[in-house]
């Protein structure tokens, strides 16, 4: 069975720091792009980060909003997808997605709450 | 980047009535193209891919198209289920993009 599983949410300040997860089983981690996908409180969707699979050597994409401020990477070993979050504003407060990019974007995670606030 | 422009932003129907969202590509996105389904609290669920592809699951009163840039889900008979936001995403280039959302209420 597929499973995603973030965590690592919480309430920060602005300009701090924060790492999300997001924990893969029940398929193989390599073959698949990964993405972050945010959804601000009452909001849309907004894509904010890709990691393509291993035969693109995992490249890395991000939208303006995040560049320069996010990292997404990998740890290949234990299955898991990082969003390193730095530098962040109280516009960054939003449920954080995982999701396995396949043809159709079939598994999603629970979701991870990240508020920004003083 | 590709703008997805949808339509309406909300909309409430009765039951048994053909619904339709529409969302027009600012490009070429060619049949790259997914239809979310979301309801409170939950994460989103595929309910179209490749703009007219059914996904595993979905009930087939559900149908996607596509003339020309526009893109549109189709609920042939509403049901009270089918109470959710649903939001279209193009896959065809980075950034992905998605359209602003269609909140769609039961009269």
């Known amino acids: 069975e597929v499973k995603l599983v973030e965590y690592g949410g919480g309430l920060v300040q602005p300009g701090a720091s924060l790492r999300l997860s997001c924990e893969a089983s029940?398929?193989?981690?390599?073959?698949?792009?990964m993405e972050w996908i945010r959804q601000a409180p009452g909001k849309g969707l907004e894509w904010i980060a890709a990691?393509?699979?291993?035969?693109?050597?995992?490249?890395?994409v991000y939208s303006a909003s995040v560049k320069d401020r996010f990292t997404i990477s990998r740890d290949t070993y234990k299955s898991i997808l990082y969003l390193q979050m730095n530098t962040l504003k109280p516009e960054d407060t939003a449920i954080y997605y995982c999701?396995?990019?396949?043809?159709?974007?079939?598994?999603w995670g629970q979701g991870v709450m990240v508020t920004v606030s003083s | 980047d590709i703008q997805m422009t949808q339509s309406p932003s909300s909309m409430s129907a009765s039951l048994g009535d053909r619904v339709t969202i529409t969302c027009q590509a600012s490009?070429?996105?060619?049949?790259?193209l997914i239809w979310f389904q979301q309801k409170p609290g939950k994460s989103p669920r595929p309910m179209i891919y490749?703009?007219?592809n059914l996904a595993n699951g979905v009930p087939s009163r559900f149908s996607g198209s596509r003339s020309g840039s526009d893109y549109s889900l189709t609920i042939s008979s509403l049901e009270s289920e089918d109470m959710a936001d649903y939001h279209c995403?193009?896959?065809?280039?980075?950034?992905?993009?998605f359209g602003s959302g269609t909140k769609l209420e039961i009269k």
């Open positions: 490749y703009a007219t």
């Open positions: 029940g398929f193989t981690f390599s073959d698949f792009y």
């Open positions: 490009q070429d996105i060619g049949n790259n």
């Open positions: 990691s393509r699979n291993k035969a693109n050597d995992y490249s890395t």
């Open positions: 999701a396995r990019a396949s043809d159709y974007f079939d598994y």
């Open positions: 995403l193009q896959y065809k280039q980075y950034p992905l993009t």
